[in-house]
Structures are given as structure tokens and as C-alpha cells.
């Protein structure tokens, strides 16, 4: 009865670890509508699943650098007074220019089309890698704006 318990328990084993192995590793951003009205998406990596994750040049403090220099706080949220953190999404592509920018909690209007054209026009970053070859990465980041 022992041997027979033993196979079994590890192919149940194996079985399960193959299954959480197996979940959602990828997500899929938006890239527009096709002629016939259908939504099209593209295939990206999640940040926590890639082997090496993209980075700013430079790393976070050159990140924070770029952020505080380039950053226009938008004059009427200034004037109301109106702060906070706009979180976005993002995809680091295999070249490195970033694309799909969304934002996922935005505060104000004005606040969340600032953080978009931060994103924007931020210079390309080192690509995420799976194995040795660069991947499509999506990443999350927080624009805060304090008066």
C-alpha cells in the first residue's frame, strides 16, 4: 500500500506545482480595433515574472531625478490646491521605448494627462529578459504631486 501511495502523491505533487507554474505569467494591453470593430491586444511579461526586470538608465534615483525635473505641476490643480499620485501602467518594450501608457488611479484630469506626458517623453529604458532574450514588460509607477 506504501509504494503505491508514494507515486501517486508525487504525480498529484507535480501536477499541482504544474498548474501554479503554469498561471498567467503575460497580460494583455489594448493596441486599438481592427476595421471589423474588434478589439486587438498585444502580449506583454508582468514586472514580478520577467528573469531581469527593465530599468530606467541610470536605476531608480535617476528615475526620481527625471521625474522631479521634468515634471510640470499643471497650474489649475496648483491653484485648487489639488494633490496626489497618479499610478500608471506601462510597457517597456523589447527595444526599450515605452508604449500603452494607462492610467490605472488617477486624482485629477489635469494631474493624470501630466503623468501621461511625463511617461511619454521619458528616454528608452534597459529592456526585461526572459532567458537572454529582451521581452515586452508591463510596469506600474506612481507620479506623486505635492505643492
Known amino acids: 500500500m506504501k509504494s503505491t501511495c508514494i507515486p501517486l502523491l508525487t504525480s498529484i505533487i507535480l501536477l499541482i506545482l504544474g498548474f501554479t507554474n ?12 481592427s476595421s ?16 531581469v526586470k527593465p530599468s530606467f538608465p541610470g536605476g531608480n534615483e535617476a528615475l526620481l531625478n527625471y521625474i522631479n525635473k521634468n515634471r510640470h ?9 489639488i494633490e496626489g499620485r497618479v499610478t500608471c501602467s506601462f510597457v517597456v518594450n523589447a527595444n526599450g521605448n515605452i508604449s500603452h501608457i494607462k492610467v490605472i488611479k488617477g486624482c485629477n ?3 493624470n494627462a501630466e503623468a501621461i506626458r511625463l511617461l511619454a517623453e521619458m528616454p528608452n529604458w534597459l529592456p526585461g529578459r526572459q532567458a537572454t532574450q529582451c521581452v515586452p514588460v508591463r510596469v506600474v509607477h506612481c507620479i506623486p504631486f505635492r505643492k
Open 22 to 33: 503554469a498561471r498567467a505569467q503575460t497580460c494583455r494591453v489594448s493596441v486599438g480595433s
Open 36 to 51: 471589423d470593430g474588434l478589439q486587438t491586444y498585444k502580449e506583454v511579461f508582468e514586472y514580478d515574472y520577467v528573469e
Open 73 to 81: 505641476y499643471p497650474a489649475d490643480a496648483y491653484e485648487n490646491g
Open 109 to 111: 484630469k489635469s494631474l
